[in-house]
């Protein structure tokens, strides 16, 4: 019973640096969603997905794009890391967008 | 816009203290639902409630209760005789009519034994 799974668990990136963090949960929920967590600053919504094939942006988007082209995987890429993006990153799937969020275990990621 | 403030930062309670944790919100939707998660030291983020903006119905779940009041936009969480294991930090949160999903800036609960 996976549940959400978030890899990786940990990540240093060098400024400038691309990469992928994945997401994938198995309980074929339509809605999925990744925050970042800032200290002080809660949980903000960077893009979200209401099914295969849609996304929209969240609160705080730029510098990360989104695809969701099966039900069961919703990677964000970061295309050219920065500092600003240090951060821990959560993915989180529900059945809808009105149901309780269900959230991966996050992802830390440091950009030096 | 949606907005969801939680004015308390940071509580710090003796345990068996009763203690309230104050959420208020915005929005212009008139379906709206309402959530609080809990994180505690470990990290992870777990769902305690959820309300739906026709039911303002009050909670209570052993220890935790829930007061909704749409006349003052406020979605309060109490937690009767506090225990140590319910130290972490709670996320009051609200999703409209689009599903973006908006949270509080969460309140630190540190309850001392």
């Known amino acids: 019973n996976a549940g959400v799974t978030q890899t990786p668990k940990f990540q240093v990136l060098k400024t400038g640096q691309s990469m992928t963090l994945q997401c994938a949960q198995d309980?074929?929920?339509?809605?999925m969603s990744w925050y970042r967590q800032d200290p002080g600053m809660g949980l903000r919504l960077i893009h979200y997905?209401?099914?295969?094939?849609?996304?929209d942006q969240g609160e705080v988007p730029n510098g990360y794009n989104v695809s969701r082209s099966t039900t069961e995987d919703f990677p964000l890429r970061l295309l050219s890391a920065a500092p600003s993006q240090t951060s821990v990153y959560f993915c989180a799937s529900s059945s809808q967008g009105w149901q309780p969020q269900h959230f991966g275990d996050g992802t830390r990621l440091s950009i030096l | 816009a949606q907005k969801v403030t939680q004015a308390q930062t940071e509580i710090s309670v003796v345990e068996k203290e009763d203690v309230t944790l104050d959420c208020v919100y915005e929005?212009?939707?008139?379906?709206?639902?309402l959530f609080w998660y809990k994180q505690p030291p470990s990290g992870e983020l777990v769902f305690l409630i959820r309300r739906n903006s026709f039911d303002e119905q009050n909670e209570i779940s052993g220890r935790y209760s829930w007061n909704f009041q749409k006349s003052t936009s406020s979605f309060n969480f109490t937690i009767t005789a506090s225990q140590v294991v319910d130290s972490a930090v709670y996320f009051c949160a609200l999703s409209g009519r689009s599903y973006k999903y908006i949270f509080g800036t969460g309140t630190r609960l540190k309850v001392l034994a």
């Open positions: 997905s209401v099914g295969a094939g849609i996304t």
């Open positions: 929005t212009r939707d008139t379906t709206y639902y």
């Open positions: 309980m074929n929920h339509e809605y």
